[in-house]
Nanobody, 122 residues
Framework: QVQLVESGGGLVQAGGSLRLSCAAS????????MGWFRQAPGKEREFVAA???????SYADSVKGRFTISRDNAKNTVYLQMNSLKPEDTAVYYC????????????????WGQGTQVTVSS
């Protein structure tokens, strides 16, 4: 089993940066693909990024070139570095753990956290 806890959200101005962290507990962390999705009030969940245990990454078109996902298997932690933030990025960001990057992109995951709020002001 894997339990995920997100942190690092907050209020930033447009153009600013923020780094989210996801701390995972469980002995099988390295067996999972990790990812992030986000959801704004009244909107559908949106895939953001995913990373395999070996470091292969995938991003949503809306965040390519601005966001970077990474993981530290030794620390059981996944990160999301967000640069050049836009008001459209405002949402609750959730950390996921799943079988493959493709399944994460389809929002098919085995575990998820409780989320961290990111608010970007104009």
């Amino acid at each position: 089993q894997v339990q995920l806890v997100e942190s690092g959200g907050g209020l930033v101005q447009a153009g600013g940066s923020l780094r989210l962290s996801c701390a995972a507990s469980g002995r099988t962390f390295s067996n999972y693909v990790m990812g992030w999705f986000r959801q704004a009030p009244g909107k559908e969940r949106e895939f953001v990024a995913a990373i395999s245990w070996s470091g292969y990454t995938s991003y949503a078109d809306s965040v390519k070139g601005r966001f970077t996902i990474s993981r530290d298997n030794a620390k059981n932690t996944v990160y999301l570095q967000m640069n050049s933030l836009k008001p459209e990025d405002t949402a609750v960001y959730y950390c996921n753990a799943g079988k493959t990057i493709e399944r994460i992109r389809r929002l098919e995951y085995d575990y998820w956290g409780q989320g961290t709020q990111v608010t970007v002001s104009s």
